[in-house]
């Protein structure tokens, strides 16, 4: 089995996984990257995964699903196009022999859902399809959920094993690991891994997928609850030192709205 991200727009990813024959797509705002790998590779598409109704997640599933038929899963609380199987908290999704668990993530949308897959034989190592939710150094901005609901979802992925790939819908990374640095200037884990992510765009490569190690080490959106960050936001917002969870949460995400 193959993992591919498929560059659409100016910074998603589609991500695709293949045995050679048949694929998997995740989040395809764009139909034409997706017919060219499935040309390129001659591939059959048998499913699509929608983690969000967003437009650049999901403009390209009516052309795919008309050209190939294949089999369409999405959040059962939001509205994508039709028809698909909607799914919700401990549902799966099974395609090409593979068994997706369904997550609920809401926060960056109302009824946002991830795809997990454990371990397997031909897979190797978990993948976590996390759309606009987790993005590496980063989490997506809170269109329709509150803070509350995101830090829970972040605190449900980040519940996944250390080994999990975090395939993320943007590559955000960069800008995400400035702000980063900002609210944790003395976290000696940031350094090298913005070396190695600018090291990677430099030569035109995805910083992804991360792992979820990795994010809990650099992460500040993972990190809300460690000393370190809890004293930046507090300071930086004028919090109180024994604020609220979700308003710490809240304090960091605004702070990273108003980041330049
Ligand atoms: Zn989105």
Redo the contacts with the bound molecule.
Sequence with gaps: MTLVPLPAFADNYIWMLHDGTHAIVVDPGDAQPVFDALAREALQLAAILV????P??TGGVAALHAATGATVFGPARERIPEPFTPLAQGDVADALGLRFEVIDIPG??AG?IAFFLPAGASTGAPLLFC??TLFSGGC??L?EGTPAQMLASLDALAALPDDARVCC?HEYTLANLRFALAVEPDNVELTPYIAQCEALRARGQPTLPSSLATERRINPFLRSREATVLRAVCAHAGLPADAQEPDVFAALRQWKNDFR
Excluded: A, E, N, Y
Excluded at 51 to 54: A, E
């Design positions: 983690t969000h109704h967003h650049d997640h960056h949308t946002h759309g606009d997506g901005r269109f819908g």
